[in-house]
């Protein structure tokens, strides 16, 4: 079964303003991560939160992860036209190995 | 440096034919993956290989697709006797696995697989 799950689906915002996606997993994590996926730039690492962390930043990226309910949210501030992408969670099985699951993604649209 | 690289960029069969999909991962990197992910949706996991483990395989979707990594760096994923579902962008990635759990995986470009 699908371990992460995106929300919303799609995402269509002005530039300037801050976009939120959310994920929700199922099964406990050892850490989870979010990818950004553009045509131009394939799939690209953003960055991963470890299940002990409550909040990580990265730039406009800023990255909350609640064990307690199984979810995660992903904020850009301040988003540009070059943000248009689609956005994928993804988390370990903690399983004792590497096996990484993808959700389907939020795509995201940033108008100019 | 080098990044993962696929090849060939993209694939036109006939069902019933076999095809072969080459991943070469970024130097060093112990871990290799392969997930398949059709038009707008997002990445199935297909199987992982970790060093000299044996592979995890509980992605693969039916016994048609089969995967080997030799000297643990190069990938072949190959499916046999394709069918038209089997339509999608297969991708790549490795990863440097080091202590902990730390897993940034890199991505190649894809291979876009096309089933007439």
């Known amino acids: 079964s699908q371990q992460g799950e995106e929300d919303p689906q799609a995402l269509s915002i002005q530039e300037g303003e801050n976009a939120t996606m959310n994920c929700s997993y199922k099964?406990?994590?050892?850490?989870l991560q979010w990818y950004r996926q553009n045509s131009g730039r394939g799939l690209v690492h953003l960055i991963l939160i470890r299940s002990n962390e409550r909040e990580k930043h990265s730039g406009r990226l800023r990255v909350t992860l609640d064990t307690s309910k199984k979810s995660s949210s992903l904020l850009i501030t301040a988003s540009r036209a070059a943000d248009t992408a689609s956005y994928f969670c993804?988390?370990?099985?903690?399983?004792?190995?590497?096996?990484?699951?993808f959700g389907a993604g939020t795509r995201l649209f940033v108008k100019a | 440096g080098a990044g993962v690289s696929q090849s060939p960029s993209n694939k036109v069969t006939e069902k019933g034919k076999d095809v072969e999909l080459r991943c070469d991962p970024i130097?060093?990197?112990?871990?290799l993956y392969w997930y398949r992910q059709s038009l707008g949706q997002g990445l199935e996991f297909l199987i992982y290989f970790q060093g000299n483990s044996a592979p995890d395989k509980s992605g693969l979707p039916s016994d048609r697709f089969s995967a080997e990594r030799t000297g643990g760096s190069v990938s072949t994923l190959t499916i046999q006797r394709t069918q038209q579902e089997d339509s999608a962008v297969y991708l790549c990635?490795?990863?440097?696995?080091?202590?902990?759990?730390?897993?940034?995986?890199?991505f190649g470009p894809g291979t876009r697989l096309t089933v007439l």
């Open positions: 130097s060093g990197h112990t871990a």
């Open positions: 099964t406990s994590i050892n850490n």
């Open positions: 993804a988390t370990d099985a903690n399983t004792g190995g590497f096996k990484t699951i």
């Open positions: 990635a490795s990863s440097l696995v080091g202590t902990g759990s730390y897993n940034e995986q890199f």
